[in-house]
C-alpha cells in the first residue's frame, strides 16, 4: 500500500538557518504530495503541494519539488525565522486528490532566536 | 470566517462506553473527512463524506466505528464499545471538493480509561 517515510525529529534549528525536512514515498500509480502545517494550538494546514513529476510547491518561503526518480518530496526554506516553529507533514493523496491521504508520522521543528 | 469546528474538544469514557464526536464542517463544503491521530503518528484516514453518502469507509478500523451526516452538513462520528487502543485524537476536515485543500478543526482528544 502507499507510504510516507519523513524524516524523524524534533528538529532544532537557529533563526536564519537553511532547513531541510526529508520525505519519500511509495506509491502506486500518480499520487499528489503535500506538506501540511500545524502551529502550536492549531489545527493542520496545507502549507504547499505538487500534483505531478517535476512539480514544485512553495509557499512562505517553503518549497518542495516533486522528484519521481528519487519518489522524494523534500521540504527547503532559505532562512527559518521563530514563528516557523511547527509540526510539519509529508502527505500523499492518490488519485490525483485528496480524498484519502497518507500521512507521514511528522518532524516538530522548533526554531530559536 | 468560522473554520471547523469539532465538539467535545476532549472526551474521556470508560471502556465498553459509546461516544459521539461532532464535526461542524466550514459552511458550503461538500466534502467531509474523518482521521485519527495516535500519539506520536501522522494523521490515518478513516471515512469520507461527498455529500450526505460516505464515499469511502475503508478507513474504518472495525464494525464498532460508524459516521453519518445526514444533511450534507454536520457529522457524526459514532464508536461503539470503546476500547483502551481507541484513545487518540480524532480529526475533522472539511472542503469544497476532493480537488480543493482540505481545512482541519483542531480535533477531538479521546481518551478511553
Known amino acids: 500500500g502507499d507510504s510516507v517515510t519523513q524524516m524523524e525529529g524534533p528538529v532544532t534549528l537557529s533563526e536564519e538557518a537553511f532547513l531541510t525536512i526529508n520525505c519519500t514515498y511509495t506509491?502506486?500509480?500518480?499520487?499528489?504530495l503535500f506538506w501540511y502545517v500545524q502551529y502550536p494550538g492549531e489545527g493542520l494546514q496545507l502549507l504547499l503541494k505538487?500534483?505531478?513529476?517535476?512539480d514544485k510547491g512553495s509557499n512562505k518561503g517553503f518549497e518542495a519539488t516533486y522528484r519521481k526518480e528519487t519518489t522524494s518530496f523534500h521540504l527547503e526554506k532559505g532562512s527559518v525565522q521563530v514563528s516557523d516553529s511547527a509540526v510539519y507533514f509529508c502527505?500523499?493523496?492518490?488519485?490525483?486528490?485528496?480524498?484519502?491521504?497518507?500521512f507521514g508520522t511528522g518532524t516538530r521543528l522548533t526554531i530559536i532566536p | 470566517g468560522a473554520g471547523v469546528s469539532q465538539t467535545p474538544s476532549n472526551k474521556v469514557t470508560e471502556k465498553g462506553k459509546y461516544v459521539e464526536l461532532r464535526c461542524d464542517p466550514i459552511?458550503?463544503?461538500?466534502?467531509l473527512y474523518w482521521y485519527r491521530q495516535s500519539l506520536g503518528q501522522g494523521p490515518e484516514f478513516l471515512i469520507y463524506?461527498?455529500?450526505?453518502?460516505?464515499?469511502?469507509d475503508s478507513g474504518l478500523p472495525n464494525d464498532r466505528f460508524f459516521a453519518v451526516r445526514p444533511e450534507g452538513s454536520v457529522s457524526t462520528l459514532k464508536i461503539q464499545r470503546t476500547e483502551r487502543g481507541d484513545s487518540a485524537v480524532y480529526l475533522c476536515?472539511?472542503?469544497?471538493?476532493?480537488?480543493?485543500?482540505?481545512?482541519f478543526g483542531n480535533g477531538t482528544r479521546l481518551t478511553v480509561t
Open positions: 476536515a472539511s472542503s469544497l471538493g476532493t480537488s480543493f485543500p482540505l481545512h
Open positions: 506509491a502506486t500509480g500518480y499520487p499528489s
Open positions: 505538487a500534483t505531478k513529476a517535476d
Open positions: 502527505a500523499l493523496g492518490a488519485n490525483f486528490g485528496n480524498e484519502k491521504l497518507t
Open positions: 459552511s458550503g463544503h461538500t466534502a
Open positions: 463524506f461527498q455529500g450526505t453518502g460516505a464515499a469511502d
